[in-house]
Nanobody, 119 residues
Framework: QVQLVESGGGLVQPGGSLGLSCATS????????MAWYRQAPGNQRELVAR???????NYADSVKGRFTISRDNAKDTLYLQMNSLKPEDTAVYYC?????????????WGQGTQVTVSS
């Protein structure tokens, strides 16, 4: 099973930048894709950005051009660089991994990290 631990959240002013990290540990055969989701109070959890094993990425329209997802395979770590932050980016950000073990396909979630954009 894959364990995910996010870090890097906090308070930032509008227009500022923040970087999130997600450390991966555990036993798996391959990770097919990793992603960042977010959930604001009263809203459903939504996809922010995803990166596939081949390096292909996709982003929510609301963050295109401002956020960048990347992955360091050697360190088993996922990143999200967030620039030009807006108050509407305020949410709990979750790391997600879709992976394969000898037992089949699974999905794991981190515990979440709070990002607050406010002056």
């Amino acid at each position: 099973q894959v364990q995910l631990v996010e870090s890097g959240g906090g308070l930032v002013q509008p227009g500022g930048s923040l970087g999130l990290s997600c450390a991966t540990s555990g036993m798996y055969f391959t990770i097919n894709a990793m992603a960042w989701y977010r959930q604001a109070p009263g809203n459903q959890r939504e996809l922010v950005a995803r990166i596939f094993s081949g390096g292909f990425t996709n982003y929510a329209d609301s963050v295109k051009g401002r956020f960048t997802i990347s992955r360091d395979n050697a360190k088993d770590t996922l990143y999200l660089q967030m620039n030009s932050l807006k108050p509407e980016d305020t949410a709990v950000y979750y790391c997600n991994a879709d992976y394969r073990t000898t037992g089949g396909l699974f999905s794991s979630w981190g515990q979440g990290t709070q990002v607050t954009v406010s002056s």
